[in-house]
Nanobody, 113 residues
Framework: QVQLVESGGGLVQPGGSLRLSCAAS????????MAWFRQAPGKQRELVAT???????NYADSVKGRFTISRDNIKNTVYLQMNRLKPEDTAVYYC???????WGQGTQVTVSS
């Protein structure tokens, strides 16, 4: 079955960096569009970034220039490098596979001094 397992979240000071990972299994990873979403307390889940099978990317305006999504089709893993983090980036971050409702369990990112 499809499994998505996120890791790499934590507490970081404003201006800091984190790298999230999402290990995928149970499907042919290389052919699917993958994405990162996030959900802050009291807010709707929002799209952060997407990456197509061949590597083309799209970003939410709020993270452009600070976050980078990438993928390794050998390791079946998608990454989110987050730089210059802001308190408003605080949320649970979820990995998502398009083509069905497949989500990871989420990883908490807290940006605070």
């Amino acid at each position: 079955q499809v499994q998505l397992v996120e890791s790499g979240g934590g507490l970081v000071q404003p201006g800091g960096s984190l790298r999230l990972s999402c290990a995928a299994s149970g499907f042919t990873f290389s052919i699917y569009v993958m994405a990162w979403f996030r959900q802050a307390p009291g807010k709707q889940r929002e799209l952060v970034a997407t990456i197509a099978s061949r590597g083309s990317t799209n970003y939410a305006d709020s993270v452009k220039g600070r976050f980078t999504i990438s993928r390794d089709n050998i390791k079946n893993t998608v990454y989110l490098q987050m730089n210059r983090l802001k308190p408003e980036d605080t949320a649970v971050y979820y990995c998502h596979r398009f083509g069905g409702e497949y989500w990871g369990q989420g990883t908490q990112v807290t940006v605070s001094s």
